[in-house]
């Protein structure tokens, strides 16, 4: 859960707790990612928050968007 007040970016959190799910096998290659509105939802952080969370865990690879299904654990 995204811990609100602290000196750590609640988007940063949000990714790590992300990364942390994938690189355990809790989220495997091809498992769906909650959408962004419950993503949102569930930590109490805004949709641009996440998006921004996303994007970083974009940028190292281990996670893929597809347009119009959603985001999904890339493949190793």
């Known amino acids: 859960m995204v811990q609100?007040?602290?000196p750590v970016p609640p988007w940063r959190q949000l990714a790590a707790l992300?990364?942390?799910q994938i690189e355990s096998g809790e989220l495997p290659p091809g498992a769906r990612l909650p959408s962004i509105l419950r993503l949102s939802q569930e930590h109490g952080i805004a949709t641009v928050t996440v998006r921004k969370a996303l994007d970083a865990l974009k940028a190292e690879g281990l996670i893929e968007t597809t347009p119009g299904y959603g985001t999904f654990v890339a493949s190793r």
């Open 18 to 20: 992300l990364r942390k």
């Open 4 to 6: 609100h007040g602290t």
